[in-house]
Structures are given as C-alpha cells and as structure tokens.
C-alpha cells in the first residue's frame, strides 16, 4: 500500500526567505504526485502534480517540486515566500487504484 | 465551468440524526471521491464512486456510512446516527473520466459539527 510522510509538522520562515517542504512517498510503481495547498476552513487547491517526464515541475504561485525517483521525494519549494503563503501543504500521491494517499500535512507561518 | 460543489457548507447535527452531505462534481466527470478531514489531521480516502457504481469503499467505516452516485443528481454521503467522533470536514472531489489517475478536484467541504 502506498503512503506519504511529511516530515515537518511546523515551519517558520520570514518572508523573503526561501522555502523547502519536505515529502517522501512510498509506492512500488511509478506514483503520480501532488501538492496541495489548504487555507484555514477552505478547500484544497493544487499546487501542481508530476505524472511523468521532467523531474522538475513548476506550478502556480511560484512554487516548484523536484521528483526524485532514488529517494522517493517530491519536495516543494518556493525562492521567495510571501506572508500570503502561510497555509498548510499538502502532499499527496496517487495509484491506479484512483484513491489518493495524503501526508498529515505542513503548517507553514511566515514572519514578517 | 463550475468547479466542485459541495452543500451544506457547514452541518450541525445531534447525537443519533442522520447526516446527508451532497456533492456536485464538474461537469464532464463522472468519477467522485470522499474523503475526511479530522482536526490537525490530513485527508483520508473513505470512497470512490463512478456512476452508479462504487469502485473502492476501502476507507468507509463498515457501520452507519454509506455512498451513492445515481445515474442523475449529485454524489450523496450518508451517515446515520451520527457520534461526536464524525465531527469532521468531508471532502468531494471528482476527475474527468478517462484515468483514474488523472487530478482530482476539490470542492469546498462540508463541516459537520455533531453536538
């Protein structure tokens, strides 16, 4: 069965900063992944996806994932936050099956 | 094209009534998924339907849920005698019918209080 870790529960950047969200996926084929981004009491909007080709997948808002087959990652990343990103991640992979498999997620705050 | 549509937005219920959550997927899918957000927590699958069929119940506990997908009308999650632990945001999100794998849409939620 597939799984998603998000190893960071909580993260703070100052605005300006750069940002790395991390996520690590466990599936035996090649998994179809995702990022989403959730706002306080509102839906999950997404970020952007990888289905195949470039590793590098480049999404909206400025945000970026990189796959990486050998260590079974698609961390998100963002060169400059904005106080607007603060939210919570997630990632997300799906199967064949239809189903998709989420992380518990990444709150991110942003500091002035 | 209207995204995923989900009422109510917000249930409340009392211990032992019944709890109808409806979604709307886009138009032009036919494939609808459920799924439930506990507090801090993150998304769990609960089912998958097609038209009329369902696909994968996998994440649906085997007591007092239920998920249909008629031929006309929204996607219906029922759950009968609600307790204080179904107090929880569900999810609907559908995809176009040709890959399962394809993106899903979110719609909004629904966030069921049960007193």
């Known amino acids: 069965a597939q799984s998603v870790t998000q190893p960071d529960i909580h993260i703070t950047v100052s605005e300006g900063a750069s940002l790395e969200l991390r996520c690590n996926y466990s599936y035996g084929a090649t998994p179809y992944l995702f990022w989403y981004v959730q706002s306080p009491g509102q839906g999950l909007q997404l970020l952007l996806k990888?289905?195949?080709?470039?590793?590098l997948v480049q999404g909206i808002k400025g945000f970026e994932a990189e796959f990486k087959r050998s260590q079974s990652s698609f961390n998100l990343r963002k060169p400059s936050v904005h106080w607007s990103d603060a939210a919570e991640y997630f990632c997300a992979v799906n199967t064949n099956a239809g189903k998709s498999t989420f992380g518990d997620g990444t709150t991110l705050t942003v500091k002035p | 094209n209207a995204g995923v549509m989900q009422n109510p937005r917000h249930l409340v219920r009392r211990r032992g009534q019944e709890a109808r959550l409806r979604c709307s997927p886009m138009k032009g899918h036919s494939h609808v998924y459920w799924y439930r957000q506990l507090p801090e927590e993150g998304l769990k699958f609960m089912v998958y339907l097609q038209k009329e069929n369902i696909i994968d119940e996998s994440g649906m506990p085997k007591e007092r849920f239920s998920a249909e997908f008629p031929k006309e009308g929204p996607s219906i999650l029922r759950i009968q005698q609600v307790v204080r632990g179904d107090s929880a945001a569900y999810f609907c999100?559908?995809?176009?019918?040709?890959?399962?794998?394809?993106?899903?849409?979110f719609g909004p939620g629904t966030r069921l209080t049960v007193l």
């Open positions: 990888y289905f195949s080709g470039d590793t």
């Open positions: 999100a559908s995809s176009p019918p040709h890959l399962s794998t394809d993106t899903q849409y």
